[in-house]
């Protein structure tokens, strides 16, 4: 990562020029974005190309937990083309480290959005997952914790009490991880000039 990446990467904003850079993968290179006017241009580590902001069909802001961290959120354009870019809120420094980029990573996203709305008016700016996969983790999650309440309840029935605090842990847990993946990524659509504040990390 050259050395006004890694500057801009904890204070992205400069004059008339956004920079924001992480590393997506736990073993890969480094990404830097440099948003500047109605372009975007990528830095992948081994090809470097341009986006007209003009070209974007979709802005969509995602919440997408790790193994890390469970404050990881998402931004991805879809082109008109099909293409879609994307940069996230966490950015790998070994196998077993990974450090958060909050600020950096909320300026750099709503400077791109405000961008983007200026270069296509008609762009569609959407948060959450799309609806099909909403639902399909609400359910996950609700047979999930049906399922719990019905092992807690023959447990209880049959005096199995450890059997049955053991699986209200495990739906305790559930609850925590789910919860948020449900709530936060309800579809919905939002204004460029207010992207979601659930969505964004802490300025």
């Known amino acids: 990562m050259n050395a006004d990446a890694e500057e801009n990467r904890s204070r992205p904003a400069a004059t008339g020029r956004w920079l924001y850079a992480h590393n997506p993968k736990p073993i890969g290179s480094p990404v830097s974005f440099v948003l500047e006017g109605d372009r975007l241009s990528v830095d992948t580590g081994r090809k470097t190309f341009d986006l007209r902001l003009a070209e974007v069909e979709e802005v969509r802001m995602i919440y997408e937990p790790g193994r890390m961290s469970r404050r990881v959120y998402r931004t991805r354009l879809r082109m ?20 958060e980029l909050g600020p950096a990573y909320r300026a750099f996203t709503e400077c791109l959005c405000r961008a983007v709305a200026e270069a296509n008016p008609r762009a569609r700016f959407m948060a959450g997952q799309p609806y099909w996969r909403w639902l ?7 047979a999930c914790l049906a399922a719990m309440a019905i092992i807690v309840w023959r447990a209880l029935q049959g005096g199995a009490t450890s059997l049955a605090l053991m699986a209200v842990f495990l739906a305790a847990v559930g609850i925590w991880q789910l919860e948020p993946m449900v709530r936060l990524n309800r579809p919905r659509s939002f204004s460029p000039d207010r992207p979601p504040p659930d969505l964004l990390p802490p300025a």
């Open 136 to 142: 399909l983790t609400a359910g996950i999650a609700v």
């Open 80 to 99: 008109r083309q099909g293409r879609t870019v994307s940069f996230t809120s966490l950015s790998w420094k070994s196998l077993m480290e990974a450090q």
